[in-house]
């Protein structure tokens, strides 16, 4: 049985980890098989891509059964000359994973429209501000930091 996740996502990398997550066959060391959620590589790498192309998806399946090739060679010929050929497609794909990545961490902006990158959007919400707190004899540090005026008591 699976417990709930009961904590509360605190930032995007929480909800992103949590939603790529698996249920899992596990042996324990007693041999006994219970399912466990664990966290999915791939669907996290899929996931954080930010390529602006209705081909993207299609691209990453062809990819994925190309590199399951590597491993059903093992099926249709010999040990050696099949870990040979399973080398070479995963070295083969490798380079496109690389390019994909390159492309997702490209900024894209112009006068209208901005596309942001992974860390543009991560860091969106952590910007430094400055304030400048100019001593007023009529001003308190709080008004400052809130940006209050004090009214003329004058009036």
């Not at 996290?44 to 062809?62: D, H, P």
């Not at 496109?96 to 006068?111: C, G, L, W």
């Not at 959007?121 to 400052?144: A, C, I, P, Q």
Request: hydrophobic share 30%; with cysteine.
């Amino acid at each position: 049985m699976l417990q709930e996740n009961q904590k509360e996502h605190s930032d995007v990398v929480d909800f992103l980890t949590d939603a790529c997550k698996v249920l899992k066959d596990v042996k324990d060391p007693n041999g006994i098989i219970h399912q466990e959620l664990v966290l999915d590589t791939k669907r996290v790498w899929c996931k954080t891509q930010s390529v602006n192309s209705n081909y993207f998806g299609r691209n990453i399946l062809e990819l994925e059964q190309f590199e399951n090739l590597a491993d059903e060679c093992y099926f249709h010929m010999s040990g050696p000359r099949a870990q040979v050929l399973a080398q070479q497609i995963r070295n083969g794909c490798m380079p496109y994973r690389y390019s994909i990545d390159a492309k997702s961490s490209e900024s894209q902006r112009d006068s209208h429209n901005a596309q942001m990158t992974l860390i543009d959007k991560l860091n969106k919400n952590k910007t430094e501000k400055v304030y400048t707190l100019k001593s007023d004899g009529k001003r308190t540090f709080m008004d400052g930091v809130l940006g209050k005026k004090i009214e003329n008591d004058e009036n």
